[in-house]
């Protein structure tokens, strides 16, 4: 199946790459300085905080397809804001399961962000049972969290208000992950199978165009840097063997576009088992290649990309994040096997 966007997907990606240019993460130095504040009403007063509103039954405003090309966007120029936690994943789960309109109160808008709570591997949403363990994933300054719990095979899910958020040391500086001290319980609504695997199905999506735009601008960033870098009187860049590794480097992501394109498709076009194996095969691919291609990308850099004065390890601590988000590729390979088994 070739899935090709639409003239209004191309004027989003042109948008949205504007859009992310004017509010990129310049420098390291600035991660403490950074308006979030100013980023966040921006993408609200765009419209972009809703895109997967309504309730389940009824389509979303818009695509996975559209979903991929903002999230692709904004980490391409490592813009730290909550978009994959807030207005994606937590979401695309109010959406799903039709839960009560107070719970997403205040997310379109930007006033109220919302996270979900993930075991601390990151693989599965967090258990209410548990949460003392749990994180809230992409969570800067959430006012709610989600989550789940279990009985007689049944997942509910579960939204609590927040009371406090302890941010913890992670890769990913461009991202908040956090302990949460809970607050109100605020009610919990069924989540259906299908449901669950729609909602896995995106996730995946949107954490493969988190790593492939990452992984975009990075080597961006890289063949910039080996145009303008002299060594022995001539650009790195004319020299072969970096011309090879960028090339390698480019060859992966077009592939890892390539499947990541037709999973987007897959989400909302797909039944839900065949939608989550294009997922799981996109990230699979993509959490392969995002440590060879960051790591290529540090190597054209030498010693200066590991710098507080260089935005290249942000970019490779920021494909290392997204790639364990849902699990690995030692991960989806398993599901997918299962998947295909019939086993999940």
């Known amino acids: 199946m070739l899935a090709l966007p639409t003239d209004e997907q191309l004027l989003l990606r042109k948008t949205m790459e504007s859009f992310a240019s004017d509010h990129a993460l310049s420098s390291p130095k600035v991660l403490d300085t950074f308006d979030r504040g100013r980023t966040w009403d921006a993408l609200a007063s765009a419209g972009l905080l809703g895109l997967r509103s309504g309730n389940d039954g009824e389509p ?18 490592l813009v730290p804001v909550p978009y994959m936690g807030s207005a994606v994943m937590s979401q695309e789960l109010l959406r799903l399961t039709s839960a009560p309109e107070s719970w997403s109160s205040g997310m379109e808008d930007g006033s109220v962000r919302c ?10 949403i967090g258990s209410q049972g548990g949460v003392e363990r749990c994180y809230a994933y992409d969570g800067w300054d959430a006012a709610r969290v989600l989550c789940l719990s279990e009985g007689e095979g049944q997942r509910t899910l579960e939204c609590w208000e927040v009371e406090s958020l302890k941010p913890i040391d992670w890769i ?21 199978a299908t449901a669950w695997r729609r909602w896995t199905a995106l996730s995946l999506v949107a954490a493969t165009a988190d790593m492939v735009g990452a992984m975009h601008g990075a080597l961006s960033g890289a063949v910039q840097y080996a145009m303008q870098r002299e060594q022995f009187g001539v650009p790195i860049g004319k020299f072969q063997a970096v011309q090879h590794l960028c090339a390698e480097a480019h060859v992966s992501i077009e592939a890892s576009r390539n499947l990541m394109n037709f999973a987007a498709w897959a989400v909302d076009e797909l039944e839900p088992d065949e939608a989550l194996l ?10 392969r290649i995002a440590r060879q291609v960051g790591e290529t990308v540090m190597q ?14 942000l970019y490779l601590r920021r494909g290392l994040g997204s790639r364990e988000l849902l699990g690995n590729e030692n991960f989806q390979h398993a599901a997918i096997a299962n998947l295909r088994l019939g086993a999940a």
């Open 60 to 77: 979303p405003l818009a695509s996975g397809i559209d979903i991929m090309i903002v999230v692709e966007s904004l980490a391409a120029r």
């Open 172 to 192: 990913d500086l461009t991202r908040n992950v956090s302990r949460v001290g809970l607050g109100e319980h605020l009610g919990s609504v069924p989540l259906l």
């Open 278 to 287: 294009a997922a799981r095969t996109a990230k699979a691919y993509t959490s």
């Open 115 to 124: 996270a979900v709570l993930f075991e601390p591997d990151l693989i599965d």
């Open 300 to 313: 054209v850099y030498g010693g200066i990309g590991q710098t507080w004065e260089s935005a290249a390890h």
